[in-house]
């Protein structure tokens, strides 16, 4: 009497349950990357323009929040450590380097004249305004 077995061993590979990981695993990471934001960790409130600037490649982010404390990079800083910060970071001011500036909506205007003398005045750095798009009703 001769005993064979039923079950065969399929020497195919199934590549449906590897795709299906493959697809899972982009969509997390486009969901994630939506979610991560370059200005700032502060909580800050931009004004809202129709003006429609793109960050450039080599930039820096200095944040001004509601409660006047000053940021680059999402790291807070003392308003008179905030140049040679810049400095170190970016070196020297040209053409090709930019700072951005994030100031919350409800800062004085003082405030904002103060910042911008840094970094424009003294240091001599380009600078652009970070304002967030217009609702549009």
Do not use: C
């Amino acid at each position: 009497m001769s005993l064979k077995s039923r079950n065969k061993v399929q020497t195919e590979f199934n590549m449906s349950s590897m795709t299906d990981l493959v697809f899972l695993l982009l969509i997390f990471f486009m969901i994630l990357s939506t979610l991560i934001t370059n200005n700032n960790v502060m909580d800050i409130t931009l004004p809202q323009s129709a003006s429609n600037t793109r960050p450039q490649d080599n930039f820096s982010v200095i944040s001004l929040s509601e409660d006047l404390v000053y940021a680059l990079d999402g790291e807070a800083l003392p308003k008179e450590q905030l140049l040679p910060a810049l400095q170190a970071k970016l070196g020297p001011p040209g053409p090709e380097v930019k700072v951005q500036l994030a100031v919350d909506e409800n800062v004085a205007h003082k405030y904002f004249v103060e910042l911008a003398d840094i970094v424009w005045v003294q240091g001599q750095y380009r600078i652009t305004l970070m304002t967030a798009p217009k609702n549009q009703r």
